[in-house]
């Protein structure tokens, strides 16, 4: 278990008997061992400094899942009409799907499968001419802070919801943390997906 702590209130068990939330949410990758014997990881590193940059990270995943499940609030970038959208993303219980709704309507803009991520990367990183087909050029002083974000796999859940989103986040610093904690969450789910 990556998690083994309630991503609400942080009590060991989850769903936690003692958190008032109703959004206590399940320790991630639902493992099938009782919260008892959850598995938590490991490693072998044998530096102080290697195992505080480990605790780091583990940290600001964690907390970056806990405001994910209870959602954050994002702008996208419609693909046709190159407008921007106001947004909210956030994870399902499963910790499986990352799901894009629009603020005012509530209605599912994209949905992205964490084990089927195909594509995560800054718009910054990308050649010209396609930072221009993902923010059009009335987008371009978004460029530090977008990414774009696609999976493939399995459409069923998604049904006929965008797998493929353009994202803009508020500053530089929460479009990195988003990369790198995505992006840690996707190899734990591919970890956990069926073959």
């Not at 603020?103 to 995560?120: D, M, P």
């Not at 790198?180 to 789910?189: D, H, I, K, P």
Request: hydrophobic share 35%.
């Amino acid at each position: 278990m990556f998690f083994a702590s309630c991503m609400v209130c942080r009590h060991p068990t989850t769903p936690c008997n003692s958190c008032s939330s109703s959004t206590c949410a399940p320790q991630a990758w639902g493992s099938s061992a009782p919260p008892t014997e959850a598995r938590t990881a490991s490693f072998s590193s044998g530096s102080d400094d290697e195992r505080m940059k480990k605790d780091k990270l583990r940290e600001l995943v964690h907390n970056f899942t806990a405001d994910a499940l209870r959602g954050v609030e994002c702008t996208i970038i419609e693909r046709r009409t190159l407008t921007k959208v106001e947004a909210v993303y956030k994870l399902d219980h499963s910790v499986s799907w990352l799901k894009f709704t629009g603020r005012s309507s509530g209605a599912t803009l994209a949905a992205v499968q964490l084990s089927w991520i195909s594509r995560l990367i800054s718009i910054q990183h990308l050649p010209v001419y396609e930072q221009e087909d993902f923010l059009g050029k009335s987008n371009v002083k978004d460029l530090k802070r977008s990414l774009l974000l696609s999976s493939g796999g399995d459409t069923t859940s998604a049904g006929r919801v965008p797998q493929s989103v353009t994202v803009v986040l508020k500053d530089v610093k929460e479009m990195e943390l988003f990369l790198t904690c995505v992006e840690v969450l996707r190899l734990y789910a591919a970890m956990d997906a069926p073959v």
